[in-house]
């Protein structure tokens, strides 16, 4: 029997720990502010926010799927009301949406 509990624990701290290195939270994003050439810097920052972005996005799916796991509606489609496949939860833990569903998304 697979532990999502586990799995879940496991991709929060790895995405807190990738929030941390980027500096997400302590007010300042790390990027070599001293490099001579400004146009990158503002690249560097760009980059830096969009990847923030999206870990923090991937962070409140799993702390979603977590509160899905206490309430009892953990592996349930949010469209369809369907199971979500094992293999699927497995694969993507944080997985909102049946094999059905996601590709109408």
Do not use: W
């Not at 995405?15 to 007010?27: F, M, Y």
């Not at 999206?54 to 009301?81: I, N």
Request: aromatic share 4%; with cysteine; glycine share 8%.
């Amino acid at each position: 029997m697979v532990d999502y509990r586990a799995l879940l624990d496991e991709e929060r701290k790895d995405l807190l720990a990738k929030l941390e290195e980027l500096g997400v939270g302590t007010g300042r994003m790390n990027y070599d502010s001293n490099f001579a050439d400004s146009s990158q810097v503002t690249a560097e920052r760009g980059e830096a926010e969009a990847l923030a972005g999206k870990l923090q996005e991937a962070l409140e799916q799993v702390e979603s799927a977590l509160g899905k796991l206490e309430s009892g509606t953990y592996g349930v489609c949010e469209d369809c009301s369907q199971a979500i496949d094992p293999l699927r939860l497995e694969a993507k833990p944080a997985a909102r949406y049946c094999i059905n569903c996601v590709s109408k998304h």
